[in-house]
């Protein structure tokens, strides 16, 4: 059996204070998998009302195979980890069960308990993407023999963050500059 290659996976928490959906999110990621950009494994989205009153919605552009085989992968590895060969025979099982379910490991316990953390007039996404974009980048890492040291995304507010300590560190810097300097030791 060929192995099958993913791109990249991210996972997204999103929280929505008063949400005011019309449709736009839905048309951005849209437009995205429609460039081929990204494929959306799995989506759970909880919407409570000012009155509490919980609605949910799920989605996914997977087939039914593609979602079994995708649970199965998920699931082996997991399981390798777990427990070596072993627990990947077994976690490609139980992976290939839950992708089957529709579960992709977020039982309905899992999205009550979601529902009963977000304050009413809110919402929460849960996004699996894939980036497609990088699963040619990706292979040729791997056919290079090389691995993931660190990850992470840079957004606004670490770069925000950053810049702060940046500034903090250029203030002790200069303030320890202004200060007479350290007379070198006798010898």
Known sequence: MA?????????????????????????????????????????????????????????TQLSDEERQRFGSVVGALIGLGAAGEEGAREGAEAGATAAARRTFGMTEDDLRSIADTIPNDSAAAIFLIEHLWAKELKQALRDANGYVISQGLVTPEALVLAGAALDKALETAASGEQKEPMAAPAR
Do not use: C, T
Request: net charge negative; no cysteine; proline share 4%.
């Open 3 to 59: 192995e099958v290659m993913y791109g990249p996976m991210q996972l997204l928490v999103i929280g929505f204070k008063n949400p005011d959906f019309h449709g736009q999110i839905r048309q951005a990621f849209g437009s995205a998998m429609k460039a081929g950009v990204i494929r959306l494994i799995d989506l759970r989205f909880v919407w409570k009302d000012a009155d509490g009153n919980v609605e949910g919605m799920e989605a």
